[in-house]
């Protein structure tokens, strides 16, 4: 791993799992809090880019990370995706639980969409983690109590921190927008 040549990272995002994931990536990040008008989308990539241009117009000295998370269930053709905060927050995980206990189909795939903006310039990225929907198991927030990872047996919720951050659909688009900014940095900052 090559030393950073960045200067200091915002997260502009309230959640305390996305930060200490970016953290996780970026150890010398902190918070921005902004007003950022979310567009629904189901498309995680979609909803960023609609927040980096609002970040980019802002014209900030430092760096901005924004970022978005779908989970799409096969069984409901990619629904909810990015409109999964508003399942949680009208149902919460028992309740989305309920709706698809009884589906034969419960694969389902958590995306995380990546944005950056620095001096101009701005990229993004998304990865994705496969699963299944289970009955909630673990003490985290949000979905993660009824995503179990492939492969795995346990949901985000019930991971050390270490094994989720090695699992976290977050984690390659971090890795890349860590990459990409060294290089703007180099540029830009010189």
């Known amino acids: 791993m090559s030393t950073s040549r960045h200067p200091a990272v915002r997260l502009a995002s309230r959640n305390a799992i996305k930060f200490d994931e970016t953290q996780g990536v970026f150890p010398d990040v902190s918070r921005l809090s902004l007003d950022l008008t979310e567009i629904q989308d189901t498309d995680p990539r979609v909803v960023v880019q609609h927040k980096l ?19 799409s269930f096969h ?3 990619g629904l909810p995706g990015a409109l999964i905060a508003w399942f949680v927050e009208k149902l919460g995980p028992e309740g989305i639980w309920d709706l698809v206990a009884a589906a034969e189909d419960r694969r389902a795939v958590a995306v995380s969409a990546v944005g950056i903006v620095h001096r101009g310039r701005q990229a993004t990225w998304s990865d994705s ?20 990872v492939a492969g795995t047996g346990q949901t985000l919720a019930e991971m050390s921190r270490a094994t989720r951050h090695q699992v976290t659909m977050r984690r390659a688009p971090l890795l890349e927008a860590r990459e ?11």
């Open 180 to 190: 990409w900014l060294d290089q703007v940095s180099a540029t830009v900052d010189a």
């Open 129 to 148: 983690t496969e699963g299944l929907l289970v009955a909630p198991r673990g003490p985290a927030a949000g979905w993660t109590s009824i995503f179990e």
């Open 75 to 77: 069984s409901w053709n």
């Open 53 to 71: 241009d609002q970040v980019a117009a802002l014209n900030l000295d430092h760096p901005v990370i924004v970022e978005d998370t779908a989970l």
